[in-house]
């Protein structure tokens, strides 16, 4: 008799009770997941085989929330790129932190109407306090868990972005600043590390964050890709000593509004030949005489580039490979777009709890889809150089 046989036996033997369809839903869903990766490796799990064309590499553990309750699985993790099971449903806990945080507004008495409107429509009338409390609890204790865990390694890269979204405070309602850290690993691998909610995005709010990041571990970081923020910027120069890198997208937008509806085609061209240079050096360089040739027309514009060259073109001194990846805020474009959608359907929180329950669970299953993504944001090729750990930078044996 086999293994698989003989433990199902084992459930089948069981007295019948509240637990045995959630253990046996998690009996069929573990098979299943084992008979998929024997299928990616070409071989079962210790077997040795000629057909063998991938190797296992543990197991990650899980929670899956179903209708039996919620089940922990050990999700296999394949040597050479990712594995995740299809039957896992990844939007599932930001639907259900969405539910809570307009459930939790409903009960207490602070929705908008809209939200009124939604509650009826989802057939949420009959939920109690106490109901929602329990709700609000189960998500805030893994969301908690997953924004306070440790940060390993080097981060070569960090994105920080904020938005902006409305809350009730003290009677009244009021508007603040959410912001978002998501970071490359020396592994090329992208991660959120953290988020962080303020009345605005002064130097001492930043500081705060950066900090907070620090003491879980963040470390070994190069670059920091933001839009144009004072306080920002002396904040990490403050607490991490890392170059700073003002978006590129969002600089063309502001200058390109003093070039004119005629001009502002051949000065953003103009400008593109900077960043389409090889190196530093010569980008600084072409830089210069773009804003010198622009200078006898159009000065502020010239006096503008002046002012930002060693943030805009901050980019062109790490790798060539890098550049289309850290020039700008946009690889965040995704996440943020999710993020405005689902506040929108809230419109105002009932407190700031909420906020990060909400964007907390979006933030978190994010993270997950990156972490099964097969191909790594940045090769290890080409990040590894950039790692303060000397076994990252360890080259690879001589055949």
Known sequence: MTDEMMSL???LEKSADADLLREMVGFAAQRLMELEVESLTGAAHGQRSSDRINHRNGYRDRDWETRAGTIELRIPKLRKGSYFPAFLEP??????????????AYVQGVSTRSVDELVKAMGMTGISKSQVSRLCSEIDDKIGAFLDRPLEGDWPYLW???????????????????????????????????????????ETFWTAFLRTLARRGLRGVKLVISDAHEGLKAAVAKVLHASWQRCRVHFMRNVLAHA?????RVVAAFIATAFAQEDAETARSQWRQVADQIRPKVAKLAALMDEAETDVLAFMSFPKDHRPKIHSTN???????????????????????????????????????????RARYMTLETIAPLSDDPFVKLPAAAA
């Open 91 to 104: 939007r599932r806990m930001a639907e259900k932190a969405l539910a809570a945080v307009i459930q939790e």
């Open 331 to 373: 690889p965040l474009e995704r996440l943020n777009g999710e993020i405005k959608r689902r506040t929108e359907v809230v419109g105002i929180f009932p407190n700031e709890d909420a906020i990060t329950r909400l964007i907390g669970a979006i933030l978190l299953e994010q993270n997950d889809e990156w972490a099964v993504q």
């Open 260 to 264: 004119g509806k005629q001009g502002r």
């Open 9 to 11: 036996r084992t459930l």
């Open 160 to 202: 920080l972005d904020a938005t902006y979204v409305k809350v009730r405070q003290n009677g009244r309602i009021v508007s603040v600043a959410v912001i978002v850290a998501v970071a490359v690993n020396s592994d090329g691998r992208r991660e959120v590390l953290g988020m962080a909610i303020g009345a605005s995005e002064a």
